[in-house]
T-cell receptor, first 112, second 114 residues
Framework: GENVEQHPSTLSVQEGDSAVIKCTYS??????FPWYKQELGKRPQLIID?????GEKKDQRIAVTLNKTAKHFSLHITETQPEDSAVYFC???????????FGAGTILRVKS | EADIYQTPRYLVIGTGKKITLECSQT?????MYWYQQDPGMELHLIHY???????EKGDLSSESTVSRIRTEHFPLTLESARPSHTSQYLC?????????????FGPGTRLLVL
């Protein structure tokens, strides 16, 4: 089955700097890759996703890149702000009828 | 407003008690899931359902059971709670369609078994 590895497990950055979280997946048939943000005491919420027919997707300060050949995808957050501090989860799925497989999560701390 | 609801939000209970964690969604989704999330953060899938009368065990073995009698309702039951069941339980749902894989999470139930 699918296995998703996520790195780093913790990441501290200075406010205004960029943050990058990387995930690798094992199943070459996976075609959907969402990213979730979970703030302390709250539910995970989808922040951005990408499908295998796209190499990059941006939404304001966040972007996701996908390298199908290498089977890895990354979350990029630019101009980080204290409210970006949270746990971020990547996930992968084959799509219809298949479950999401989550990475172990990354704790992002933005220091002001 | 379309959302996923979980009750109770917090539960402290003694060992051996039977408990049911409620999950309801007004999203109109057909697929529902239960995850266990420990302080170590990882989300572990323990049960899922693709529709009424359909339930499957997830990747993490769990002593809990689930039922899906109504589309919008997916309760999780522990027949005899133990301290090892102490965790946060998150319910989620998703739909068929273009964004079928996108899962939406409920607020969670924090369970403490003494």
């Amino acid at each position: 089955g699918e296995n998703v590895e996520q790195h780093p497990s913790t990441l501290s950055v200075q406010e205004g700097d960029s943050a990058v979280i990387k995930c690798t997946y094992s199943d070459s048939a996976s075609n959907y890759f969402p990213w979730y943000k979970q703030e302390l005491g709250k539910r995970p919420q989808l922040i951005i996703d990408i499908r295998s027919n796209v190499g990059e997707k941006k939404d304001q300060r966040i972007a996701v890149t996908l390298n199908k050949t290498a089977k890895h995808f990354s979350l990029h957050i630019t101009e980080t702000q204290p409210e970006d501090s949270a746990v971020y989860f990547c996930a992968a799925s084959r799509g219809y009828g298949n479950k999401l497989v989550f990475g172990a999560g990354t704790i992002l701390r933005v220091k002001s | 407003e379309a959302d996923i609801y979980q009750t109770p939000r917090y539960l402290v209970i003694g060992t051996g008690k039977k408990i049911t964690l409620e999950c309801s969604q007004t999203m109109g989704h057909d697929k529902m899931y239960w995850y266990q999330q420990d302080p170590g953060m990882e989300l572990h899938l323990i049960h899922y359902s693709y529709g009424v009368n359909s339930t499957e065990k997830g990747d993490l073995s769990s002593e809990s059971t689930v039922s899906r009698i109504r589309t919008e309702h997916f309760p999780l039951t522990l027949e005899s709670a133990r301290p090892s069941h102490t965790s946060q339980y998150l319910c989620a749902s998703s739909s068929q369609g273009r964004n079928q894989e996108t899962q939406y999470f409920g607020p969670g139930t924090r369970l403490l078994v003494l």
